[in-house]
């Protein structure tokens, strides 16, 4: 084999490899990749947050969180009118509707709102979480709020999660009070199946709710929930769908 033969060979060789080995890749570590410049993308958030406002830490010693995790968790964030991510460690503010970050170590918390942000996606529990907002998103019954929700899966019919937080405040005094003596941050979630009309419904995770938005599909919802064992009914909607 000449010399020359044999360089094209080894360049087509190595070539082959790396176009192997990207295609190996995680779907998060090729996120990386599209993050232009990370820390400049850093310094342009702040554009865009409350910049020197610290998150409200006022909870602290009321029982719960308003936030999803309550810690800073590996994150993917694409603002609206962008086409890369952003690699930071973020967690979400479900009372002020929020993304919630620090630059680095110690330092503040701030926010972002959730208008400005058209996706992230938190790594939590060695899962990928998906959230988008449900800003131009049809509702059957509309949401105020612009509101993050968790993608859970589905094609056609759309399965999602919005998550929540209410505040109850302690009740403690008067013959009829509940006897609770501390705040609390309680789950306050819900779930949504996009239906034929475009327009998501709200459900409860059981047959006759899933067959009122999917009527055609009625024989598949009964039969799964009827064999199924897992308490996991969140799962059980996932892989329904998966057979639509």
Known sequence: MTMKKLIICLSLSLFLAV???????????????????????????????????????????????????DTL????????????????????DLVGNAVI???????????????????????MNGRELLFRTTSGQKFEKKIKEDRFYQVLGGMEYEFIKVPGKGFLKADYKGAYSADRRYDEYVDESRYYLRGRDGSFHQVQLNKKSLARVAPEKKDIIDK?????????KEYLVVSILEQF
């Not at 970050?101 to 790594?123: C, D, L, Q, R, T």
């Not at 799964?224 to 996991?232: G, I, V, Y």
């Open 19 to 69: 176009n192997a080995f990207s295609q190996q890749l995680s779907e998060a570590t090729q996120r990386v990749f599209k993050s232009v410049e990370n820390m400049q993308s850093v310094i342009n958030l702040n554009k865009i947050s409350q910049t020197g406002i610290t998150f409200d830490t006022r909870y602290e010693g009321i029982r719960g969180t308003p936030r999803l995790a």
């Open 224 to 232: 799964e929930f009827n064999r199924a064992s897992t308490e996991d």
């Open 101 to 123: 970050y620090a630059k680095s170590g110690n330092k503040p918390m701030y926010s972002i709102p959730a208008s400005s942000v058209k996706e992230i996606i938190i790594n």
């Open 73 to 92: 968790l590996p994150s993917f964030l694409k603002l609206q009118g962008q086409e890369y991510y952003f690699e930071i460690s973020a967690d979400l």
